[in-house]
């Protein structure tokens, strides 16, 4: 095709405006920029042995130069550019010299200083094949690719589209999987205080006791229950009540280290499971939990209200190669009702029960 008549196929494209269609903001390139996008735009400066390669985003109203050769990667508006008009064609464009198009586009200039003369860009699609930006070549000096260059910049588009494919479909697979494990945490977790349910910690248990079972180190349960529960519920109601037993989830779980767990496993009663090489280390973490409840008043929408805590505490030492999780916790559980029957606001675990 000659020059002119090239000039005139896009002087024709433009009389025919397509609207473009809506890019959403969090397309991927919208992303920090990426060597491997960078790579391709260098490649395509060397072979079609231009000083400027683009490959820029596109929505209503702006295109956004992402990786670029010869120009800063920056935003510009839409309206008169180039791009902009290729992402609303959808169509491949080539205008051998921009100074004597017809078209109204916008001068560019390149890092240079140099305003740039030739232009030929292509349309780039997302993985749905919506159209979100354009990949164009521009030169200081008119010219014609042949057509052995276009199928170059043709196949080099194709990569720096397969590469922005690839990034799309890794976002969408993690976000797949970030929404997988939230909803199998639904599942397990306590709505109110976001610790675990019942479920979930009686599962974790399972899984202590094994490790417990193969390293020998020391499983302990700690079963903790909020003394006079039902007080506060009477007297300032359920809401306050709830607003307690978040804060006490709290403290509990500012007292616990990261491999510790926490579970609600009732109303006001939680299940803590300590696994370690020492073998009071459950009471010595039950204690801190008692303390850091009764230390200070909890903050609620009634005022300040005191609080306190009764714990019992289980253990499976190495040589109890049988002990199940229902003894465990059954004996968590006794040494629980001996913490109340002894005046609550205290621990009772092995040592103590005795
Ligand atoms: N606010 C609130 N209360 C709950 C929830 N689940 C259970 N409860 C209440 O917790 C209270 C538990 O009362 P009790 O089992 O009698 O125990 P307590 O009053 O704490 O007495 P002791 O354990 O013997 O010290 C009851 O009033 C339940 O209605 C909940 O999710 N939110």
Not at 161 to 188: C, F, P, T, Y
Not at 204 to 209: G, P, T, V
Request: aromatic share 6%.
């Amino acid at each position: 095709m000659t020059l002119s008549e090239l000039n005139m196929k896009a002087e024709a494209l433009f009389r025919h405006p397509v609207p473009v269609s809506t890019v959403k903001m969090d397309a991927p390139m919208y992303t920090p920029e990426q060597a491997r996008f960078d790579r391709v735009v260098k490649l395509t400066s060397q072979v079609l042995k231009v000083p400027v390669v683009n490959l820029s985003l596109v929505d209503n109203d702006h295109l956004w130069l992402k990786h670029t050769v010869g120009m800063q990667p920056s935003v510009v508006s839409r309206a008169g550019s180039c791009c902009g008009y290729v992402a609303q064609q959808d169509g491949y464009l080539e205008i051998p010299d921009l100074r004597v198009s017809r078209h109204r586009f916008n001068s560019v200039f390149g890092a240079n200083g140099n305003e740039m003369r030739f232009y030929a860009g292509y349309p780039v699609h997302d993985a749905r094949g919506r159209t979100i930006g354009s990949f164009c070549i521009m030169d200081d000096t008119p010219r014609v690719l042949s057509a052995q260059e276009r199928e170059w910049m043709f196949d080099l588009k194709e990569i720096a589209e397969g590469q922005l494919h690839s990034v799309e479909l890794s976002q969408l697979k993690h976000d797949m999987e970030h929404a997988l494990v939230e909803s199998k945490r639904d599942g397990v977790t306590d709505a109110l205080t976001g610790v675990w349910n019942r479920k979930g910690i009686l599962h974790i248990l399972e899984q202590k006791l094994n490790v417990s079972e193969r390293t020998g180190e020391t499983l302990g349960v700690v079963y903790a229950d909020i003394d006079h529960f039902k007080r506060i519920n009477d007297t300032y109601g359920h809401a306050i009540g709830d607003e307690v037993l978040v804060q006490v989830a709290d403290r509990i779980r500012l007292m616990l280290r990261n491999y510790d767990a926490l579970g609600r496993i009732g109303g006001e009663e939680f299940l803590v499971l300590v696994l370690d090489p020492a073998p009071n280390a459950a009471q010595r973490i039950a204690e801190r939990i008692r303390q850091a409840i009764e230390q200070r008043p909890v903050a609620t929408r009634a005022g300040d209200l005191m609080v306190s805590m009764s714990l019992g505490v289980a253990v499976r030492h190495d040589e109890q190669q049988q002990a199940t999780s229902t003894a465990l916790m059954a004996e968590a559980d006794r040494c629980l009702y001996q913490a109340k029957n002894a005046g609550r606001n205290c621990v009772h675990g092995p040592e103590l029960s005795a």
